[in-house]
């Protein structure tokens, strides 16, 4: 029986960042379009290929990628989350087909397929290091098994999605059958038989199963929220305990970055051109604002509300407690700007709609934040959040609350 339980992520990080290589090579396609650019195999015995949709996963990618000069292949799904082209001048930004090919699923699964294929034809033999969202599970085994590569050349690392992950695990309790079910893939895969994108995108449910193989790990902010579960059965239970779980903070990460990588991330994420706070970069703003001012910044995160009329009559309520002791500033849900017109009446700074919050919390982490429950607030720091907007029903929140990862001192 393995036990696999790290805490911190010292070791399987610092297992990933001794092999190394020449030069990063990354390959980005964009969430709605793919950009017309060609890329160029590497010579390297050891390759790296990323392929993430989600914000988080994204961000832990992103971080890795900028820890070691092996080659990497990287697939975003959110090309906003890392402005590509504050890359260093060894990336090769890779996007394949034409502007008009929408990503899809196919999409997304025969390019990985075909990357691997075009990296064994010039390194045949190398080494594959994935590193994918928790939800794709299967893809790294089908772009595999699919060139005839077997899994003992490749390490798999799949990345939990966020509050999603958490709150999917348990929708499934009965994980009975789920080791088969992923032999019988792996079987599949080797042939040649069609294959349904989806089953390539959304297998979630086979991610532990996955992570008793011994070539796979599972990156996990809180692992322990899994066992601590009160539907985790003994049967889960013990499956958890014969998986490699590695505890990763991504703000870890980031501060084993050299002080040069450090600050292409912080570029690349939250110093995209279009940041701006009035006529200023987002970053040249928050600068002064922390070096003039004695009230300390409290940010207010959105998402969809049931109505703006709501949003609003919370908002003169948070504005009533909060005002005296803060700088108010508002950050609105990427899909949901509505009520920025009220935030902006009302003398609160309205931060860009794209920008990646949990990057801007891990740059200022003397500011506040509060406001819609969502993935954002596993990414704060201890004490840095200090109120909800109706409350955390998440069970990973509501644990994190419990164990006084937060500091609220209200909720709307």
Request: net charge negative; glycine share 4%.
């Amino acid at each position: 029986m393995r036990n696999k339980i790290i805490l911190w992520s010292v070791a399987s990080f610092a297992l990933a960042t001794l092999i190394v290589g020449t030069g990063i090579l990354s390959y980005f396609i964009g969430y709605n379009r793919m950009l017309n650019r060609p890329y160029t195999v590497v010579r390297s015995d050891v390759n790296f290929i990323y392929v993430n949709y989600a914000t988080l996963p994204i961000l832990h990618s992103s971080l890795h990628f900028l820890s070691h000069d092996t080659p990497s292949y990287v697939f975003f799904g959110r090309d906003n989350t890392y402005y590509v082209n504050k890359m260093p001048d060894h990336v090769q930004l890779f996007s394949p087909g034409d502007a008009n090919i929408a990503v899809t699923p196919t999409v997304i699964a025969e390019r990985t397929r075909q990357l691997v294929a075009d990296i064994e034809e010039v390194n045949p033999g190398s080494t594959y290091h994935f590193f994918v969202d928790d939800f794709m599970t299967l893809l790294p085994f089908y772009a595999l098994l699919r060139n005839n590569i077997p899994l003992e050349r490749a390490h798999i690392t799949l990345i939990t999605n966020g509050t999603a992950t958490y709150h999917h695990f348990f929708t499934m309790v009965d994980f009975t059958g789920t080791q088969e079910k992923l032999e019988d893939w792996l079987e599949i895969f080797k042939g040649t038989a069609q294959v349904t994108p989806s089953v390539l995108t959304d297998t979630r449910n086979l991610s532990l199963a996955a992570a008793m193989m011994p070539n796979v790990e599972w990156w996990m902010q809180f692992p322990e929220f899994m066992f601590l579960h009160p539907h985790a059965t003994p049967a889960v239970r013990q499956m958890l305990m014969q998986a490699s779980l590695v505890k990763v903070q991504p703000q870890d990460l980031l501060h084993r970055l050299t002080p040069e990588m450090r600050d292409l991330f912080f570029n690349a994420t939250i110093g995209h051109p279009t940041f701006q706070i009035g006529d200023q970069p987002l970053r040249t703003a928050l600068d002064g604002y922390f070096n003039n001012q004695e009230k300390p910044i409290m940010i207010i995160s959105g998402t969809n509300p049931n109505s703006p009329t709501l949003a609003t009559t919370i908002l003169d309520q948070i504005i009533e407690e909060f005002s005296d002791d803060y700088i108010l500033m508002w950050k609105p849900h990427p899909a949901y700007t509505a009520t920025d017109a009220a935030m902006q009446a009302r003398g609160i700074t309205v931060l860009p709609a794209r920008l990646p919050m949990e990057v801007l919390m891990w740059a200022y982490p003397d500011l506040y934040i509060g406001g819609y429950q969502s993935s954002l607030y596993l990414a704060t720091a201890i004490g840095q959040t200090r109120f909800t907007i109706g409350g955390f029903t998440l069970e990973i929140l509501e644990f994190l609350d419990d164990n006084n990862w937060f500091n609220i001192s209200h909720t709307f």
